[in-house]
């Protein structure tokens, strides 16, 4: 089992960027892939970027191609996503999430594993 914990998210002016961080418990990191998803207010839950167990590869939703990286350190047992040029349509409840398959899917139903969240609020 992994237990997640975000943390990072705080009050940004459009424009600027954040770096949100998912500290995991385990010895077992490596095992999992991890995704990043948000949901914005009223909205359902969507996904961001995802990264694969060794961080080889990586996927990213289209409207943050471009400014939002994914990494992650299996010695620290985190996963980061740097966001840069946020934008106010950003502003969500951002959530990490670990999958044990193999190809970094993304469908929020494919993790098994999730945390809390943590909230990204961009001001125009």
């Known amino acids: 089992q992994v237990q997640l914990v975000e943390s990072g998210g705080g009050l940004v002016q459009a424009g600027g960027s954040l770096r949100l961080s998912c500290a995991a418990s385990g010895r077992t990191f490596s095992s999992y892939g991890l995704g990043w998803f948000r949901q914005p207010p009223g909205k359902e839950r969507e996904f961001v970027a995802t990264i694969s167990r060794f961080g080889r590869d990586t996927r990213y939703a289209e409207s943050v191609k471009g400014r939002f990286t994914i990494s992650r350190d299996n010695a620290k047992n985190t996963v980061y996503l740097q966001m840069n040029s946020l934008k106010p349509e950003d502003t969500a409840n951002y959530y990490c999430?670990?999958?044990?398959?193999?190809?970094?899917?993304?469908?929020?139903?494919?993790?098994?594993?999730w945390g809390q969240g943590t909230q990204v609020t961009v001001s125009s």
């Open positions: 999430a670990a999958t044990p398959r193999v190809s970094i899917p993304t469908g929020p139903n494919s993790y098994a594993y």
